[in-house]
């Protein structure tokens, strides 16, 4: 259990310098100095750097599934629970969850020409996202809540889209009202879509005598 606590206190610091100086930058040398461990120390740990970087983009796969997607599920299904899952990313961002912003924006763009495991990983992680992104457009659609030609994927990938456009507004550019404007671009997208209920009563004709 102690060697677990260890291994869990490690990444996440390991999450955080890399979402701040890229994966690329993880190194056992570099973490050692951080956390003032010797690095045979870390070894025991991690055997290499790809071994490091890899159990960092999980650390940081469960860490964005517990700050945006589980606190989501809380509310309730369609169309809520979509803007609930679209402000949480907002949220995370926002709040500096990862200290160098989105930590799989940066990871993507670092990795996306580089193939091999760390790639592949970094894909996977980002691929669960927007399927779980696309999950919950399909329930939106299927309670009724969004125009049933909705494209799900498609809205997905503009959402997604817009997600990673805030991200490099306010992280590169220092906007400060980035967010606030991904959320007016995400609301009015969805409100666009939005299956209008009328709230007024049919008519009851009246019977004759």
Known sequence: MKGERTRQSILERAVDIASLEGLEGLTIGRLAKELQMSKSGLFAHFGSKEDLQLAAIESARVRFVDEVL???????????????ICRAWLNYVGRGVFPGGCFFAAASFEFDGRPGAVRDA???AMDQWVIALEKAVRLAKEEGHLDPRTDPAQIAFELNALFFGANFASQLRNDPSAIRR??????????SLRVKRS??????RRKTA
């Open 70 to 84: 589980r606190p989501a599920l809380g509310a309730p299904r369609g169309y809520p629970r979509l803007m609930a």
């Open 122 to 124: 970094i894909a996977s």
């Open 182 to 191: 991904a959320e007016k671009a995400i609301e009015q997208r969805l409100e």
């Open 199 to 204: 709230r007024t009563r049919p008519h009851v």
